[in-house]
């Protein structure tokens, strides 16, 4: 029954960040906000879903700023 909790507050959030995340593809979208409601089950934090995107949303940041830059052509 958890999982299914789990995964309906999962959907939304990562629909949402899937449109604010364009270059990021929507499988590591839904890992990263995967990792982050077992993090906080883990950790014993209610995993609401403003704080899971909160959270995902660093990640996800994280993750388009640290890309390398476009290689110019020559």
Do not use: W, Y
Not at 3 to 24: D, G
Not at 33 to 40: G, I, T
């Amino acid at each position: 029954m958890l999982a299914l909790a789990t995964r309906f507050l999962r959907e939304p959030v990562s629909l949402k960040l899937a449109e604010e995340f364009l270059t990021v593809p929507v499988d590591t979208i839904d890992r990263c906000v995967a990792d982050v409601c077992a993090c906080a089950q883990h950790l014993g934090i209610s995993a609401t879903p403003e704080i899971v995107e909160r959270v995902a949303r660093e990640h996800l940041l994280a993750i388009v700023n640290s890309a390398p830059p476009p290689r110019s052509l020559r």
